[in-house]
């Protein structure tokens, strides 16, 4: 069975950082690309990231470029994402998913405020 | 503004057929035959109901079905239960770099 299980969530002041990760199970891991998505509270779902198999591609949504990194360790099915000069607009539920989002994590929260 | 253009509600009684639309472009949803839709409760993660257009994952019924037209896809909930309650989002590949870019979901209420 596909597992995603995200952390690393918290209230964080603005202009902060988090670090999220996401523990993968039950699939390959380093055969699939791997993606983070966000849902901001009582708003739609938003693409943020994603990741190549290798970990030599990465694209971001405009919104996040120069402040978040994805990362991924394929030895520990393990995906990551580096959030820094964080904006109370990144308040969301951000997801782990795999692929184009064939399987979703539980999520986690952000809350970015003073 | 989501890139593609769902309505924000849609509503049915139980028993009777729902569809539920998504616009989006040739660089999206005309261009590939990559439209997934996801089902969403409050509170929980979206969960996979169509994905490529028309396909089902296992476990999903068979009340659940997609379709494409040109830019639009559509989803069609038949024989609507209440537990069909929920918001649902369309997803469309969007010809490179492995994005996906969504609709801004409809809030199906079953009467």
């Known amino acids: 069975e596909v597992q995603l299980v995200e952390s690393g969530g918290g209230l964080v002041q603005p202009g902060g950082s988090l670090r999220l990760s996401c523990a993968a199970s039950g699939f390959t891991f380093s055969s699939y690309w791997m993606s983070w998505a966000r849902q901001a509270p009582g708003k739609g779902l938003e693409w943020v990231a994603n990741i190549r198999q290798d970990g030599n591609e990465k694209y971001y949504v405009d919104s996040v470029k120069g402040r978040f990194t994805i990362s991924r360790d394929n030895a520990q099915n393990s995906l990551f994402l580096q959030m820094n000069s964080l904006r109370a607009e990144d308040t969301a539920v951000y997801y782990c998913a795999r692929g184009r989002g064939d399987h979703w994590g539980q999520g986690t929260l952000v809350t970015v405020s003073s | 503004q989501s890139a593609l253009t769902q309505p924000p509600s849609a509503s049915g009684s139980p028993g009777q057929s729902v569809t539920i639309s998504c616009t989006g472009t040739?660089?999206?949803?005309?261009?590939?035959?990559?439209v997934s839709w996801y089902q969403q409760h409050p509170g929980k993660a979206p969960k996979l109901m169509i994905y490529?257009?028309?396909k089902r994952p296992s476990g999903v019924p068979d009340r659940f079905s997609g379709s494409k037209s040109g830019n639009t896809a559509s989803l069609t909930v038949s024989g609507l239960q209440a537990d069909d309650e929920a918001d649902y989002y369309c997803s469309s590949y969007a010809g490179s770099n492995n994005w996906v870019v969504f609709g801004g979901g409809t809030k199906l209420t079953v009467l």
């Open positions: 040739s660089s999206d949803v005309g261009g590939y035959n990559h």
């Open positions: 490529e257009v028309s």
